[in-house]
């Protein structure tokens, strides 16, 4: 089995990575940690450097591999994906199916409360776009 979590460095991200870790425990699963780093706003808005965000979010998903091995996963993996701010559902679906994650693991909302209300939530459009099923840990 392979599960697939989402991490944004939230709380309840963090709650998503520990119920991952579990799960992966008792099922001796292996786990891909996935984060998006936005690049800019899709449709709009300003593009920013390659290089910049890149370290810290790098360290969101060391955390989050440290989190689950510490838990008991048997494997753990990261990955850092670039994509549009508002893409992130996407960028997570695509991850999922490129690592063949039989079930993929997040928190109801991320980081930034006024954009999940403009926007939508990440975690409301990743259930309506998965071919899988997605684990919303509260």
Same mark, same amino acid.
């Given at each position: 089995?392979?599960?697939?979590?989402?991490?944004?460095?939230?709380?309840?991200?963090?709650?998503?990575?520990?119920?991952?870790?579990?799960?992966?425990?008792?099922?001796?699963?292996?786990?891909?940690?996935?984060?998006?780093?936005?690049?800019?706003?899709?449709?709009?808005?300003? +593009?920013?450097?390659?290089?910049?965000?890149?370290?810290?979010?790098?360290?969101?998903?060391?955390?989050a591999?440290?989190?689950?091995?510490?838990?008991?996963?048997?494997?753990? +993996?990261?990955?850092?994906?670039?994509?549009?701010?508002?893409?992130?559902?996407?960028?997570?679906?695509?991850?999922?199916?490129?690592?063949?994650?039989?079930?993929?693991?997040?928190?109801?909302?991320?980081?930034?409360r006024?954009?999940?209300?403009?926007?939508?939530?990440?975690?409301?459009?990743?259930?309506?776009?998965?071919?899988?099923?997605?684990?919303v840990?509260?």
């Open positions: 089995m392979k599960l697939l979590v989402a991490v944004d460095g939230s709380e309840h991200a963090a709650k998503a990575v520990e119920a991952a870790g579990r799960l992966a425990a008792a099922s001796n699963a292996h786990v891909v940690v996935v984060h998006q780093r936005s690049d800019g706003v899709a449709d709009h808005g300003p +593009t920013l450097p390659s290089d910049e965000g890149s370290e810290s979010a790098q360290a969101i998903v060391d955390v591999v440290m989190a689950l091995r510490a838990a008991g996963a048997a494997s753990a +993996t990261g990955r850092v994906v670039r994509g549009l701010k508002g893409e992130e559902a996407q960028a997570i679906m695509d991850v999922a199916r490129d690592e063949e994650a039989d079930i993929v693991v997040v928190g109801p909302r991320g980081l930034g006024l954009a999940g209300l403009l926007v939508g939530s990440v975690t409301d459009r990743l259930v309506q776009l998965s071919d899988r099923p997605v684990l840990v509260r």
